[in-house]
């Protein structure tokens, strides 16, 4: 707690403000559960505000969860896909099949972090679903 009172007073003294309404804690669950030092937690305040507790929250873009798992972050993704392909279509609906293609591998798979290497064998399945799904 003690920490926190002094970044607090160090971000006022650089005119730094601190939205509380916006800023979460979590705490993430080690994988061996044999080594949770406590279920509960006290409160975090800065500057006369508590800060609240979360299990998910989005950072940068991505999601972020108390487990480390990017299960919530993949969807996010495969729903992307769908949407851009749908945009896809309904734009270029008269276009050729090559250059829907073109279009698609452009515009529609544009994964930027490589975390979703590990659910690659899954996110191909929805990737020929969605190529599938453009050139009917």
Not at 63 to 82: A, G, M, Q
Not at 88 to 103: A, E, M, P, T
Request: charged residues 20%.
């Amino acid at each position: 707690m003690r920490t926190l009172s002094v970044l607090y007073a160090h971000a006022l003294e650089i005119n730094l403000t601190l939205n509380t309404q916006k800023t979460v804690s979590m705490v993430f669950s080690p994988r061996n559960r044999h080594r949770v030092v406590a279920n509960e937690f006290p409160v975090f305040v800065v500057g006369g505000s508590p800060i609240k507790f979360v299990n998910r929250f989005k950072y940068l873009g991505h999601i972020v969860t108390e487990s480390l798992s990017d299960d919530d972050d993949v969807l996010r993704e495969v729903k992307n896909l769908f949407v851009r392909t749908n945009t896809l279509l309904q734009k270029f609906h008269k276009c050729s099949v090559s250059v829907k293609i073109v279009l698609f591998k452009s515009f529609c798979l544009g994964f930027y972090d490589v975390a979703l290497g590990s659910h690659i064998g899954y996110m191909q399945s929805w990737i020929i679903t969605s190529v599938s799904f453009l050139l009917q």
